[in-house]
């Protein structure tokens, strides 16, 4: 495709359900990256992909957090038992590299209710 | 990792230029500077990047001072659609790409 996508655009899920959001970087970007945005916030560093390999994972808020890249193109970010708290816009960008320009998706509005 | 510092808020009146700053005192010597921005409802868009040379693109300027520590994104003449939260990020050598609170631009009729 043209640009990053992400799915699904929404998703609602009760407390405790698990969720997994997809995102579709841009072909042939080795970098992906992984955001949290609350309402009225910047968005907030989660994790970050060279390839298949995640290399930092430091703004993961919990071990209710996961992310893969398994083949190094589609990554998905998982969240189990979730909560409230979690509610937010999750944002996936792509790019060549740090001389380069990332590119966002839309993002997925979560809401846990 | 380096750190960015931007005004909270500025505000600007239609079809006139915007200054927007950034420090970065403790940029290193091979990170690069890039400005993006997010409309409401929308996910961040590209808007600059550099290096140590001043930068045009169709859609701004990029000021870089000379020993590196601050920069300025320039908007020649600023219309209602560039009002946007405008974020300054440093990615060094860890192709780090985080954000802090950005400026909120707000242009005036």
């Known amino acids: 495709g043209a640009g990053v996508s992400q799915s699904p655009r929404y998703k609602v899920a009760k407390r405790g359900q698990d969720v997994a959001l997809r995102c579709d970087p841009i072909?042939?970007?080795?970098?992906l990256f992984w955001y949290q945005q609350a309402l009225g916030q910047g968005p907030e560093f989660l994790t970050y992909f060279q390839n298949e390999a995640q290399l930092d994972k430091s703004g993961l808020p919990s071990d209710r957090f996961f992310a893969e890249r398994p083949e190094g193109s589609v990554s998905t970010l998982k969240i189990q038992r979730t909560q409230q708290e979690d509610s937010a816009v999750y944002l996936c960008a792509s790019s060549l590299g740090r001389d380069r320009e990332a590119f966002f998706g839309q993002g997925t509005r979560l809401t846990v209710v | 990792d380096a750190k960015t510092t931007q005004p909270n808020s500025m505000e600007s009146n239609e079809e006139e230029p915007v200054h927007l700053p950034c420090n970065h005192s403790?940029?290193?010597?091979?990170?690069?500077i890039h400005w993006y921005r997010q409309l409401p409802s929308q996910g961040p868009e590209y808007v600059i990047h550099?290096?140590?040379s001043n930068v045009n693109n169709r859609m701004a300027s990029l000021a870089i001072a000379e020993d590196r520590k601050s920069s300025t994104l320039i908007l020649h003449r600023a219309t209602l659609r560039d009002a946007a939260v405008y974020y300054c990020i440093l990615r060094g050598n860890n192709n780090d790409m985080r954000f802090g609170a950005g400026t909120r631009l707000t242009v005036k009729p």
């Open positions: 403790t940029i290193s010597g091979t990170d690069y």
């Open positions: 072909s042939g970007h080795v970098s």
């Open positions: 550099g290096l140590t």
